[in-house]
């Protein structure tokens, strides 16, 4: 399994090759990379042709790629529209799935694995409706990401539509075979248990997103320091799959250049 540090860490900065270099100083294998403006600005060449360049260079594996969040180079400035491809408006669910296209654009020259997508938003509760737009959505971005040599991962998030129960539904009923989930622990804490998440996606689970919390707040804090029970976690995740990845998704609040590698290789060690 894979140590992968998702670069949510580093948001406030532009990612840039020294940050890339911290992750492997701190035991990473792979990054996967957080596609928002300003953090990286998938529609400039330059920058996509930067990080190539180092991964050509470097050992460490361009894991995957989170979809953007949101379209803006404000990181969702207050009132802005978040992406979703389950909106009701069908305007909004095509420029959503043509923003995560254009982010996806950058797997031509970074030699991407994998896409972590988000089917809708906090507000999304499951119906033939969603149901619909998410087979639609996931079925058309995984075709457009496939000849790239990129699969799509849908994640579990804190609404209705994602709970895992209802993602099944959703991989089942679609016959996705070929999507896979990303288990992502903090929410499920949040949510139905972590327990039950792992339980109910069983052997999908392809790749988990690591971070900790109090069960009440999305705080994506470093394994640990919140109520999740590592040990027993990390054991049921594989008495029942073989994940490809864990990846360590942490809140930007937490990073600090001057302690942040020894506390990602702690973090590794915690979860490993």
């Known amino acids: 399994m894979l140590k992968v540090l998702s670069t949510h ?26 596609a928002a403006r300003p953090h990286f600005d998938y529609t400039r060449r330059d920058e996509i042709l930067e990080l190539a360049s180092w991964f050509r260079s470097n050992p460490l594996v361009p894991f995957s790629m989170h979809a953007p969040i949101f ?38 020259h970074i030699p991407l694995r994998n896409l972590v997508i988000h089917l809708g938003d906090k507000w999304d509760t499951y119906s033939l409706q969603t149901l619909e737009f998410a087979l639609t959505a996931t079925e058309h971005l995984s075709a457009f990401a496939r000849p790239l040599g990129v699969r799509v991962l849908i994640e579990n998030l804190m609404s209705d539509f994602t709970a895992p129960e ?40 392809t790749t988990v997103h690591a971070h900790d919390n109090h069960g009440i707040k999305d705080e994506h804090l470093w394994p640990g320091e919140g109520s999740i029970d590592w040990p ?39 979860i490993a």
């Open 9 to 34: 860490l580093f948001q406030m900065h532009r990612l840039h090759p020294g940050l890339l270099d911290l992750a492997a100083r701190s035991g990473a294998d792979g990054v996967e990379i957080y």
């Open 71 to 108: 379209p803006d180079g404000e990181l969702g400035r207050p009132g802005a529209l978040a992406l979703n491809v389950l909106s009701p408006d069908k305007a909004q669910r095509i420029a959503a799935m043509d923003e995560i296209k254009r982010a996806l654009d950058a797997a031509e």
């Open 166 to 205: 209802n993602l099944m539904r959703v991989l089942t009923l679609g016959h996705l075979d070929k999507i896979g989930v990303c288990l992502d622990l903090g929410h499920a804490h949040m949510t139905i248990g972590v327990k039950e998440a792992i339980a109910t996606f069983g052997s999908r689970i």
């Open 232 to 270: 027993e976690t990390m054991a049921e995740i594989h008495a029942v799959a073989e994940p490809e990845a864990i990846i360590l998704e942490l809140d930007r609040s937490l990073y600090d250049a001057s302690t942040a590698e020894e506390k990602i290789a702690q973090a590794f060690d915690r």
